[in-house]
């Protein structure tokens, strides 16, 4: 289930999706493992929280290098997280050039107006002169020069305007992906809504919990005994309520008709025939017996 459409089901419309609600990692990192192909180019998908959804490849071995040297890798710690935090600007892009004389290029990722992730590309070089960035050797006294060097000039070598029109390209790509993303975020999200407001109404009904509406459905089932754990005293009563709670023929039919394929899942579980609700068509023995969370 999305992140999103658990933590508010309601949002039919879509306006609090996140990244994670609408893209899929490893269709994502599809994506970038062909623009890699294409431009040897590391690539990374934030999300808003910065946080890493998907890249194309492990960072070159420059920055594996420059990791080992204490001063140099508190240096490229800041770095990183100033390519995590700093704000694009109106185009939603901007370039950092980084003390080591390698370069970054960020792209927000945008969904209805607002802005749920970035791209960060890189590092790359926009042009060398075969030497090191003084910052770079005021900061790494003991540096290997030779081997940093040898390093510095296996980055790929791209220029800003072209930077640019990839990263455009991608979001494009991006976008298409989120589209799709958003429509089965939008299914996930009313599903939900819709199976909430089922209990609701026979909570309501039966001057109830929602919560053993389900306990009693279950019970109701056949073959298996729900025991819920009961950490807290709210979940004892409504497993109390539950066992007293006899639901309506008609109430227990809309609730199977619903949840058809779980209820089949339960004969399944069982290993006997079923019926369209999932009760069993015949004798059991001993009931199994399942745990719900509490």
């Known amino acids: 289930m999305h992140e999103g459409a658990a933590g508010n089901p309601t949002d039919l419309l879509g306006e609090n999706a996140g990244l994670r609600d609408l893209l899929d990692a490893s269709s994502v990192e599809d994506v970038l493992s062909s623009f890699y192909a294409l431009f040897q180019i590391p690539i990374r998908i934030l999300d808003q929280e910065g946080r890493a959804l998907a890249k194309n490849r492990k960072q070159p071995a420059l920055n594996d290098y420059l990791a080992e040297l204490p001063a140099v890798a508190r240096r490229l710690g800041d770095v990183y997280e100033t390519l995590r935090r700093q704000e694009p600007g ?53 540096l290997d020069v030779p081997r940093t060097k040898e390093l510095f000039a296996a980055l790929p070598r791209v220029r800003e305007d072209t930077m640019r029109a990839i990263a455009r390209h991608l979001g494009v790509l991006l976008d298409a992906l989120m589209f799709a993303g958003h429509k089965a975020w939008l299914t996930e999200s009313m599903h939900l809504s819709a199976v909430q407001e089922s209990f609701r109404e026979l909570a309501d009904k039966y001057r109830t919990t929602p919560g053993s509406i389900v306990l009693a459905w279950l019970y109701g089932l ?73």
């Open 222 to 294: 056949g073959g298996v005994v729900p025991l819920p754990g009961c950490r807290r005293p709210e979940t004892a009563v409504q497993a109390v309520v539950a066992a007293a709670t006899e639901l309506e023929a008609v109430d227990r039919e809309k609730l199977d008709r619903r949840f058809a394929a779980g209820a089949r899942a339960v004969g399944r579980l069982l290993s006997v025939p079923v019926d369209a609700r999932g009760a069993q068509a015949g004798e059991v023995g001993p009931s199994p017996v399942a745990r719900l969370g509490g």
């Open 90 to 142: 109106e185009d939603g892009q901007f370039t950092l050039t980084c003390f080591t004389g390698a370069t970054y290029h960020v792209a927000s990722i945008a969904h209805d107006g607002r802005r749920i992730g970035r791209i960060v590309l890189g590092p790359f070089q926009t042009s060398h002169s075969g030497e090191l960035s003084k910052e770079l050797l005021e900061c790494a006294p003991d």
